[in-house]
């Protein structure tokens, strides 16, 4: 189905009054004492998948302070989150190779409708939605095309699926909509794979990683970036955009344990990728594993962590210098908070990086990514 492009709008920043606006005045009168507390009490909200207690797998909207605001039920692991800035409706999507992304409401948990993806596609976890908050876009795998794609849905249309076009590359993961509204970022790692056979990475031999950019109301290319050959095997997964509209990247390498490959770099369109040059005790402390990149709310700073390695790094996005080191057990997720950085570990720490604060434990356990909903004022 060709993508069918509709009109652009602005996307207004979201303080406290329009958030809760967004979301309904009716049902955060109706959260529960503690619920609402901790809501009345965030300066930010952030959303996370997770895994509860009993094994059951979930979604939960927290506040800076590490206070649990709502959860929604999965019926599988998900993975990350997309949020409408129009509407206050957040979108969380299955881990590959599932098939479904649940919309709900941040404040109160509320399911409001399971989409699934159709016959041939299934999810990679990530998606965004346009400044308008018309269209919710997703990261798919035309599986046995070997091809990856961005579906784009209708959510007026009660999030009907209205098109797709190519990623222009392989296992497309992470995608981000520019600061120019237009321009979509999209990691594409590389790696063939096939729900009939798992999780198992079938082209190491011949991927081909790169950061693309494409138009969102066309499809079409803008430009590509690869990776030298010689880092073919370095799979792009995720991405962040800085201060000077840079898309930063972490690498996941699939090549022998004892190579050292760089994994970080920032790509621009019109220019080849550059790769930022660590010390080697640096790099050997990421173990060949990126899990996240996140940059600073000013675009100064861009963190970058590896739960392999159990380090997160934050670096100077001007100069691509390590600012700071942190040991952070089976730490990945990470989102800009007020000044910094916020990052959760899958055993249930909630930590503010650059900061006196002592971790916060949450009964859960958090997957890979935090999203910033946005600071409330």
Known sequence: MAFRPLPLGPGPQVDRRSFLAGVGAAFVAGLGPRSASALDRADALFGASCRRPDGSYGCAVFSDRGEIVSTVTLPERGHDIAFDRISGRAVVFSRRPRTFAVVFEPASGRTLQTLT???GRHFFGHGFFSPDGALLYATENDYDGARGMIGVYDVAAGYRRIGEFPSHGMDTHEALLMPDG?????ANGGIETHPDYGRQMLNIPTMEPSIAFIDRRTGELIDKQLLPQGLHK???HHIAVDARQRVWFGGQYQGPAGDAPPLVGFAE???ALTLSKMPPSDLAGLGNYIGSVATSRDGARVAVSSPVGNTTLILQAATGDILSRHAIIDG???APDGSGFLATTGAGQLMRLEADDRPTRADLEWDNHILALDALA
Not at 182 to 186: H, Q
């Open 234 to 236: 370095l799979s792009l």
């Open 332 to 334: 990945c997720g990470l």
């Open 117 to 119: 993806s159709p016959e």
């Open 269 to 271: 369109a019109g220019k």
């Open 182 to 186: 237009e321009t979509i970022a999209v």
